[in-house]
Structure formats: C-alpha cells, structure tokens
C-alpha cells in the first residue's frame, strides 16, 4: 500500500490518501492541543502511544461485535482505516463527573454517576463544538434518528466493555469521546482514536490522571503517564 497525497492534517494526525479509494492511512503525531486549539504543545511519542493503545482497545471491541474503522496498524505512528464519512458529532460517555460535566453542573471531579452520561457535541471548530441534544441532530439532519440510535447502543456497550477491560489493568475509566464514520454502503463504525487524548484514565488506587489532562492543566509527567497505559494494556 503507496502513501498518497495529503488529504488532511489535524490537529493530532495526519491523513494520507492510499492506491485503494476505499482506504486511508493516519499518522500519528506529537502535538498536542487543549481548549479548542489556544494551548500548544507536544507530548513526546504520543503519537505511538495513541496510535497503538487506539488498535489494540479497537481489535478488542471489534471482538466484542462493534464494527470499526481499523484496517490494518503499519507501524507504530501509522495505520490504514476504512475510509468513512464522519459523522459531524463528538460522542461523549461518562461514568464520574470531571472536566466540563463538573464545571457546568457543580459536581466536584470523582463523583460517581448514577447513570451513564452520553453527550453529544457538534462538530464544528470556529463554534467551539457546541453541545447538542438529539432534537438539534434531527433538525440539522447531522445524523438520522436511526443513526443515532445505533451511535447511542454502540457508545454504551463500549463503554461497558472498556470500563471493565480497563479495570483489569488498574485503570478507572472516567469518561471519553468517541467519533463514528459512515462507510461507503452506509455502514456505520466507530472512527478516530480511542486513547489519553481522548479519554480520561484514572489510576484505581491513587486516583493519578493517566492521560491529557496531565498537558491540559499543567500538572507534568503526561509522556511517563501515556508509556505507563501502554505498559497496563499491552504488558510492556
Ligand atoms: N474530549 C475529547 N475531545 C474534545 C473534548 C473532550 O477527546 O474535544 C474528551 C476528554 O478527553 C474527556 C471527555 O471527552 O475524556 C469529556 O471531556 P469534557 O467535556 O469534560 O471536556 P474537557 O474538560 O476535556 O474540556
């Protein structure tokens, strides 16, 4: 498989065209960004650790029944996806309230949810992606109500799998964003990264974040953190 021209450069990836129309390859890369882009900065090999913690939890879930993007890991920054159209939403899933559900609802960080929170943000970079209920995905039409009801099932067993995977490695999964795509036939499966980008990892006994909040706040120790997930998930 030939990399391609550039198709795209986001904020943590890059994504090349391939020989075949219906597969991409992603590039991991170092930078790291919070606030919707106003902190910079670079996290060194996070770019391998997001990209192999991403194939490995995504080789899991797909043995768990849930359709993925994942085609093949080429080496530890690169990957070949299902080219998909993605769905304009960001998926959020929480178990303890940190972060934004804290803040906005006056519940101190660990405070365990009743119920499992799904949130959903519309993608849109110059709007800050604002959140949105599933009235406002209808009437924008950024998924139909059958769609999202897939998008909802998948978002909760993941969740459920991950939660208790992860606690096998001493890892409380607080929450984390998850981004669907459409393929070709319509099919829908999850896309982008499952990683310390994009969750929040939680060590179950000390409580320590195991993930980008480390970069996010300020607090240090964000490149020993992410190496340390590799090491619970993939024994290394
Ligand atoms: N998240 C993400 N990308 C975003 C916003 C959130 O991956 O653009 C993840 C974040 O890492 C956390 C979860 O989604 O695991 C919930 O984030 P929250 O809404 O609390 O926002 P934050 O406090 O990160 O701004």
Same mark, same amino acid.
């Given at each position: 498989?030939?990399?391609?021209?550039?198709?795209?450069?986001?904020?943590?990836?890059?994504?090349?065209?391939?020989?075949?129309?219906? *597969? @991409?390859?992603?590039? =991991? +890369?170092? %930078? &790291?960004?919070?606030?919707?882009?106003?902190?910079?900065?670079? #996290?060194?090999?996070?770019?391998?650790?997001?990209?192999?913690?991403?194939?490995?939890?995504?080789?899991?879930?797909?043995?768990?029944?849930?359709?993925?993007?994942?085609?093949?890991?080429?080496?530890?920054?690169?990957?070949?996806?299902?080219?998909?159209?993605?769905?304009?939403?960001?998926?959020?899933?929480?178990?303890?309230?940190?972060?934004?559900?804290?803040?906005?609802?006056?519940?101190?960080?660990?405070?365990?949810?009743?119920?499992? *929170? @799904?949130?959903?943000? =519309? +993608?849109? %970079? &110059?709007?800050?992606?604002?959140?949105?209920?599933?009235?406002? #995905?209808?009437?924008?039409?950024?998924?139909?109500?059958?769609?999202?009801?897939?998008?909802?099932?998948?978002?909760?067993?993941?969740?459920?799998?991950?939660?208790?995977?992860?606690?096998?490695?001493?890892?409380?999964?607080?929450?984390?964003?998850?981004?669907?795509?459409?393929?070709?036939?319509?099919?829908?499966?999850?896309?982008?990264?499952?990683?310390?980008?994009?969750?929040?990892?939680?060590?179950?006994?000390?409580?320590?974040?195991?993930?980008?909040?480390?970069?996010?706040?300020?607090?240090?120790?964000?490149?020993?953190?992410?190496?340390?997930?590799?090491?619970?998930?993939?024994?290394?």
């Amino acid at each position: 498989m030939t990399k391609g021209k550039l198709l795209y450069e986001g904020k943590a990836k890059k994504v090349f065209e391939t020989d075949d129309p219906n *597969v @991409l390859l992603v590039a =991991y +890369k170092d %930078d &790291a960004t919070a606030f919707n882009g106003e902190k910079r900065g670079t #996290i060194k090999d996070k770019g391998e650790v997001n990209n192999r913690v991403t194939n490995f939890l995504m080789r899991k879930l797909e043995q768990e029944g849930i359709p993925t993007h994942l085609v093949e890991e080429l080496s530890p920054r690169e990957t070949l996806v299902k080219r998909v159209k993605i769905i304009p939403l960001e998926v959020v899933v929480r178990n303890i309230a940190a972060g934004s559900l804290s803040k906005r609802l006056g519940l101190p960080e660990g405070t365990p949810l009743a119920k499992t *929170v @799904l949130e959903y943000s =519309y +993608k849109n %970079d &110059a709007l800050g992606d604002p959140m949105v209920n599933e009235y406002h #995905i209808a009437a924008m039409g950024l998924a139909t109500p059958e769609e999202l009801r897939t998008i909802a099932d998948y978002a909760l067993r993941i969740d459920d799998f991950l939660r208790g995977y992860l606690k096998d490695a001493g890892i409380d999964l607080i929450d984390f964003k998850l981004e669907f795509g459409k393929t070709a036939d319509g099919t829908i499966v999850l896309a982008d990264e499952i990683s310390p980008d994009t969750c929040r990892f939680w060590d179950s006994k000390t409580k320590a974040h195991l993930d980008k909040d480390l970069f996010r706040r300020d607090l240090g120790g964000a490149e020993e953190a992410y190496q340390e997930v590799v090491r619970r998930l993939m024994g290394e």
